[in-house]
T-cell receptor, first 112, second 110 residues
């Protein structure tokens, strides 16, 4: 296992389009997290899964954002009707419950 | 409101000196504390974790935890230009989720 993988690394999209990102966690990790980060800020929590169950979703997250983790393996994060304010680095991380997180390389989204 | 406070910096340290990064947290129930390093445009990388009061050393890095005063610090000895990065402090809350600080930017001057 080579760590947490995210795809794509970069995405440029026009405002109003839908985008989907994928995350493949470390296989033995049962938790998977999605974060968003903008320049000069710490990671902002979006949502997390324990196995296939989505246990929490940030109240800051609009209903344009949705995440899935079918079968408790990889996860997808979809943003519908993208806005310029969605431009950010989207980070996926995985962990065992009581441990620190291992992050993927992130997906940098630019909405033009 | 669970919070982590860090000085945003930048903290400028001469090469070879000791860099000292500090972090305070609000949740007295916190048990696990983490330091992440983040290079510009890259994702955070875990460099140290500490669970018990006192010091924990790993190579040039020492994490210090004082639960009574609710602070955790990171010391980097013999600072190198490659240590220049943003250092993020975080703790696990009661739901085992990481609560993050905004990070301190460290610059090591050759």
């Amino acid at each position: 296992d080579t760590g947490v993988s995210q795809d794509p690394r970069h995405k440029i999209t026009k405002r109003g389009q839908n985008v989907t990102f994928r995350c493949d966690p470390i296989s033995e990790h049962n938790r998977l997290y999605w974060y968003r980060q903008t320049l000069g800020q710490g990671p902002e929590f979006l949502t997390y899964f324990q196995n296939e169950a989505q246990l929490e979703k940030s109240r800051l997250l609009s209903d344009r954002f949705s995440a899935e983790r079918p079968k408790g393996s990889f996860s997808t994060l979809e943003i519908q009707r993208t806005e310029q304010g969605d431009s950010a680095m989207y980070l996926c991380a995985s962990s065992l419950i009581t441990d620190g997180y291992t992050f993927g390389s992130g997906t940098r989204l630019t909405v033009v | 409101q669970k919070e982590v406070e860090q000085n945003s910096g930048p903290l400028s340290v001469p090469e070879g000196a000791i860099a000292s990064l500090n972090c305070t947290y609000s949740d007295r129930g916190s048990q696990s504390f983490f330091w992440y390093r983040q290079y510009s445009g890259k994702s955070p990388e875990l460099i140290m974790f500490i669970y018990s009061n006192g010091d924990k050393e790993d190579g040039r890095f020492t994490a210090q935890l004082n639960k009574a005063s609710q602070y955790v610090s990171l010391l980097i000895r013999d600072s190198q230009p490659s240590d220049s990065a943003t250092y993020l402090c975080a703790f696990l809350d009661s739901n085992y989720q990481l609560i993050w600080g905004a990070g301190t930017k460290l610059i090591i001057k050759p």
